[in-house]
């Protein structure tokens, strides 16, 4: 059974229900699954997972939520070879840089040496029933990259 670890920050909530929905998702595919707040993890706490999903807001204008940058710096600096990651995120598309913190950790996990499991989805504020299909697969995208 793989392991799949998704941490996620969030302000409103909007974040924490995107994270829920694909963790949810892997879960029903059969995946052992850590949720967490990304202020009570580690990077480091990657290198024991077989799937990676960062979720994070974007704030202002196209800024890391404060919580997430030691985490996001951390991650740049871990060898993650042979692991699978995915990035999802919410932000507000009357922002130029709409959802930028996705942007951000795709880069960031692109210098691990994971590979990447799934395009990266990036909903307007809350996740509507279009948003809860893609990020469900997503989750599936990721799961079907371990087999």
């Given at each position: 059974?793989?392991?799949?670890?998704?941490?996620?920050?969030?302000?409103?909530?909007?974040?924490?229900?995107?994270?829920?929905?694909?963790?949810?998702?892997?879960?029903?595919?059969?995946?052992?699954?850590?949720?967490?707040?990304?202020?009570?993890?580690?990077?480091?706490?990657?290198?024991?997972?077989?799937?990676?999903?960062?979720?994070s807001y974007t704030y202002g204008d196209g800024e890391l939520p404060d919580e997430i940058v030691d985490f996001y710096e951390d991650l740049q600096d871990l060898d993650l070879t042979g692991k699978?990651?995915?990035?999802?995120?919410?932000?507000?598309?009357?922002?130029?840089?709409?959802?930028?913190?996705?942007?951000?950790?795709?880069?960031?996990?692109?210098?691990?040496?994971?590979?990447?499991?799934?395009?990266?989805?990036?909903?307007?504020?809350?996740?509507?029933?279009?948003?809860?299909?893609?990020?469900?697969?997503?989750?599936?995208?990721?799961?079907?990259?371990?087999?």
């Amino acid at each position: 059974m793989a392991l799949a670890k998704v941490v996620y920050a969030s302000m409103t909530g909007n974040t924490e229900e995107i994270a829920d929905i694909v963790a949810d998702k892997l879960k029903d595919l059969g995946h052992l699954v850590d949720v967490d707040e990304c202020t009570a993890v580690d990077a480091s706490d990657f290198e024991d997972a077989d799937i990676m999903v960062v979720a994070s807001y974007t704030y202002g204008d196209g800024e890391l939520p404060d919580e997430i940058v030691d985490f996001y710096e951390d991650l740049q600096d871990l060898d993650l070879t042979g692991k699978v990651y995915g990035v999802v995120g919410s932000g507000d598309t009357f922002y130029d840089d709409f959802c930028k913190a996705v942007d951000d950790f795709e880069e960031a996990f692109a210098k691990t040496g994971a590979s990447k499991g799934a395009d990266s989805v990036k909903v307007d504020l809350a996740a509507e029933d279009e948003d809860i299909e893609k990020l469900e697969a997503f989750a599936q995208t990721l799961s079907d990259q371990l087999n």
